[in-house]
């Protein structure tokens, strides 16, 4: 079994920034990636960002690439998503999941566990 819980969401304006963070408890060593995702009302969940624990590979949605950085501390057991020149289309639930096939899914159905969210809102 693995937690996930999220923080870090709140109240910003049009291109400020946020960092979200995501910490991980439990059986983490069966879970090979991690990946960010969003929720706006009336929208279905929405890939952001995925991260590997082990080496360097990312990726990203293409709303987000350059906007938005996923990073991970192993030894935390944390992984954090680093949002910039934020918009109000960013606004959402961010959720953090985490999935134990190989490679970056993009897929919500390929995630195993998810946080509660965390409410992001970008205000005009």
């Known amino acids: 079994q693995v937690q996930l819980v999220e923080s870090g969401g709140g109240l910003v304006q049009a291109g400020g920034s946020l960092r979200l963070s995501c910490a991980a408890s439990?059986?983490?060593?069966?879970?090979?990636?991690m990946g960010w995702f969003r929720q706006a009302p009336g929208k279905e969940r929405e890939f952001v960002a995925v991260?590997?624990?082990?080496?360097?590979?990312?990726y990203y949605a293409d709303s987000v690439k350059g906007r938005f950085i996923i990073s991970r501390d192993n030894a935390k057991n944390t992984v954090n998503l680093q949002m910039n020149s934020l918009k109000p289309e960013d606004t959402a639930v961010y959720y953090c999941?985490?999935?134990?096939?190989?490679?970056?899914?993009?897929?919500?159905?390929?995630?195993?566990?998810w946080g509660q969210g965390t409410q992001v809102t970008v205000s005009s």
């Open positions: 999941a985490a999935a134990a096939v190989f490679g970056l899914p993009t897929y919500s159905s390929e995630y195993d566990y």
């Open positions: 439990g059986r983490t060593f069966s879970s090979h990636a």
């Open positions: 991260i590997r624990w082990r080496g360097d590979r990312t």
